[in-house]
Structure formats: structure tokens, C-alpha cells
């Protein structure tokens, strides 16, 4: 589905040997996050991890053949769940992120389903790059906001 390759970037999918790496993705990526609204928990935080990376559907974004992120979504007959998307900081700002967005909502409109994630409300940052990629609140509660994007 998301398999494929062009200018260095490239997004493969993820399997077992991956979760340490996805690990360290998530907490480079988005632990200040975490410890502002509930605190950073390794332990607890890996466990999560797990739990997650063996139930969605996982790809790994590489750049230049360097794993710099992933990202993982889930789906339901109408609906194109975008559960997690992590690109080490180093590796930030280069469109990658982007392009990851770009695929998932082509995929989502070829299907005509809506593609739905949420976001910390802290995270200001990516609330603005979901924005500018066309994605409005629909939703929120006290730490996250709801956003989506009609594809139909």
C-alpha cells in the first residue's frame, strides 16, 4: 500500500525487529510532550509502545536509506485512522512528515474515507503542520485535539 521509494525517501513496513527503534523514534520525538501533560514514564511508556506496534499497522520512514521515523494508522470502513507519526528531530523539517501525509490521505481519498488523528493540545507544532495540510479540529477534550480531513 504505502510501499515504495523516490528522492531518498522511502517508507516500508514495519515488522518485530522494529520496536526497539520505534521506541526510541516516540521518546526522542515526543517525550518533552508527554512529561508536560502527565509525565515521562519509561516503563510504562514502553508498555503502551508494545501494545500499540503489535496492533497497528506500523511503516517505517527512512531517508537516504537511514530508519529516521514511522508511523502507524488503522482503518475502518470509512475511516483512515492515523495513530502515530514520529520522525527523529534530527530529520525534521525536511518534508518528510509531509510526504509520509500526502500518501496516507491519497490512499484515504482513493478509498473515499475520511483521515482522522488526534494531538496533544500542547503541541502547538504539529497542530500548525496538520492546519496547513489541510486538516481541521473537529473535536477536543482536555489534553488533545481531534482533527480530520475530508478526502471524498
Not at 91 to 101: D, F, I, N, V
Not at 115 to 125: A, G, S
Given at each position: 500500500m504505502y510501499d515504495f521509494a523516490m528522492d531518498g525517501f522511502a517508507i516500508r513496513k514495519a515488522d518485530s525487529v522494529d520496536v526497539d527503534?520505534?521506541?526510541a523514534v516516540k521518546e526522542a520525538a515526543f517525550r518533552e510532550y508527554v512529561e508536560k501533560v502527565w509525565g515521562w514514564d519509561g516503563a510504562d511508556q514502553r508498555e503502551l509502545h508494545e501494545l500499540r506496534f503489535a496492533s497497528q499497522d506500523a511503516r517505517i520512514i527512512q531517508y537516504?536509506?537511514?530508519d529516521v521515523g514511522y508511523f502507524s494508522t488503522s482503518a475502518t470502513a470509512d475511516r483512515v485512522r492515523i495513530n502515530q507519526i514520529f520522525i527523529l528531530p534530527e530529520?525534521?523539517?525536511?518534508?518528510?512528515?509531509?510526504?509520509?501525509?500526502r500518501l496516507?490521505?491519497?490512499d484515504a481519498r482513493a478509498q473515499k474515507k475520511v483521515?482522522?488523528?488526534?494531538?496533544?493540545?500542547?503541541?502547538?507544532?504539529a497542530i500548525a503542520f496538520?492546519?496547513?495540510l489541510g486538516f481541521s479540529i473537529v473535536d477536543e477534550d482536555d489534553t488533545h485535539v481531534q482533527m480530520e480531513i475530508l478526502t471524498g
Open positions: 527503534f520505534t521506541f537516504k536509506g537511514i530529520y525534521q523539517r525536511k518534508g518528510l512528515g509531509s510526504a509520509c501525509m496516507i490521505v491519497s483521515v482522522r488523528l488526534q494531538v496533544l493540545k500542547i503541541n502547538t507544532r496538520y492546519d496547513r
